[in-house]
């Protein structure tokens, strides 16, 4: 059993910031720890939740992580918060609540790569399955390590570049301002 202090989650854990864990451990895959919750990184009040992440054994950062925040402004204190937890070889969704409507971009912030999409009145897990093109009857019938790892198999390979529009961070702040 891999202990967190030996993970990428490592200083957001002995930082307090890991907040309503669902799950934190070992996957059903080998060398692969997950996390389910809500992860602070602007003091407890500003966080992103439904998170849905992963780290893979010998490897520095978090290789797949999803989750939704309130305000997209908030992306550079992320970036700084989890330091070395992401890097440029990651997969990071963020579903933006004041992104507008539709917004579907790829924007790399200080050289970690978002992808960035709106979200109103669904999850994070509802978006992940669209987006991910998983069966959602097979998934009710998984456990919560079960669907972690189906829908991280999937995110961790995500390629899909082309389906989004790739703009700088700056482009994308005059965007969501003109809203």
């Known amino acids: 059993m891999t202990d967190v202090s030996a993970t990428p989650f490592a200083a957001l854990d ?6 309503k864990p669902q ?8 060398g692969r720890f997950g996390y389910r919750g809500d992860i602070a ?13 992963v ?15 309130k305000e997209l402004q908030t992306i550079p ?7 070395a937890a992401l890097d440029a070889n990651g997969k990071y969704m963020l579903y933006v609540a004041d992104a507008p409507r539709g917004a579907r971009w790829y924007i ?10 709106f979200i109103d009145d669904t999850s994070v897990y509802n978006e992940l399955i669209d987006i991910f093109y998983v069966d959602k009857v097979k998934l009710k019938k998984y456990s919560t390590t079960q669907k972690l790892d189906a829908l991280a198999d999937v995110g961790v390979k995500f390629d899909k570049v082309d389906d989004y529009e790739a703009i700088t961070w700056e482009e ?3 965007r969501q301002a003109a809203g």
């Open 14 to 19: 002995a930082s307090g910031s890991l907040l």
């Open 23 to 30: 799950l934190k451990a070992d996957t059903e895959v080998a």
């Open 41 to 53: 990184y602007d003091g407890p009040e500003t966080f992103i939740k439904e998170v849905f992440a």
């Open 55 to 69: 780290s893979e054994t010998d490897k520095p950062a978090i290789a797949f992580l999803a989750g939704s925040i």
């Open 77 to 83: 204190k992320i970036v700084e918060h989890f330091g």
């Open 108 to 117: 790399p912030v200080n050289g970690i790569p978002f992808f960035i999409v």
């Open 172 to 174: 994308a702040l005059k």
